[in-house]
C-alpha cells in the first residue's frame, strides 16, 4: 500500500499481522522502517556472543546458538521490511527452531529426563539456574534477562491495544521496534547466561565480566589437562 506519496517496491501488504508503524512512510524497499532496522541491535550482540564462544572454544553448540539468533533477527528483517505472508514465515519459523535448541541446550546433559513435559522442564531449568547461582553477576545476568522481557512485552503490548492512540501521536513511540530491541538483549543475555551455567557445569570457572563496562559477557578458564 502506498502512503505518503512513496510506492511499496514489494506489492500489496498479505501477511496477517501488521504492526501499528505506518507502511512505506521512508522508502518503498522498506514497509516498516523503525521494526526493521530495530533488529540491528540484535545481530550486532549475537555477533559480539559468537565471537565470544568462539575465542574461548565453547561447545559448538553455543556457536549455534547465536547464529541462530542472528537467523532470528535477519528473517525478522525480511519480513517487517516486505510484510509479505510468504516472508512472515521467516520471521516465525526460526523462532519455533530456537525454542526448541534452548531445550535442547539446557538439557542435553540429563537426557534421561526426555520424557517429561519440556515446558516443566524449561521453568525447572530457569528456576533452578537462578536459585543455584550462588554468584551475584550471574544472578544479575538473570534479573536483566527478566526485565528486558517484561519491558520488551509492555512495548509490544503497547503498540498493539494503543494503535489508535498512539497514531495521532506527533511522534509514534514504535513500540513494536522497541520489542525488537529489548528482545535482541534479552536473547544476548539468555545466551550468555547459558554459556555460564554451562561453563560451570564443565568446571571451567566462568565469571561475568563487562565490556566496555556495560555488556556483560562470560570469561572462562579452562582447567589445563583439558
Ligand atoms: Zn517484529
Known sequence: MAEGGISSFWGPVTSTTECCEKNYAYSSYIAEFHNTISNIPCI???????????????????????????????????????????????????????????????????????????????LYGVVFAAVH??????????????????????????????CKEISSWPINPQGHALWHVFMGFNSYLANTFLMFCRARQRGWSPKVVHFMGFLPYVKIEKPKAQ
Open 133 to 162: 547461582s550462588v554468584d551475584a553477576s550471574a544472578k544479575r545476568l538473570a534479573k536483566m534477562y527478566v526485565a528486558t522481557l517484561l519491558i520488551g512485552t509492555l512495548c509490544w503490548l503497547f503498540d498493539r491495544i494503543f
Open 44 to 122: 550486532v550482540l549475537a555477533l559480539v556472543g559468537l565471537i565470544n564462544a568462539l575465542r574461548q572454544r565453547f561447545e559448538k553448540r553455543f556457536s549455534v546458538l547465536h547464529i541462530s539468533n542472528m537467523i532470528l533477527a535477519i528473517g525478522s528483517m525480511i519480513f517487517h521490511a516486505t510484510l509479505q505472508r510468504v516472508q512472515q514465515q521467516s520471521d516465525e519459523t526460526p523462532m519455533v527452531w530456537e525454542m526448541l535448541l534452548y531445550m535442547y541446550i539446557l538439557y542435553s546433559p540429563d537426557w534421561h529426563y526426555r520424557s517429561t513435559m519440556p515446558i516443566f522442564l524449561f
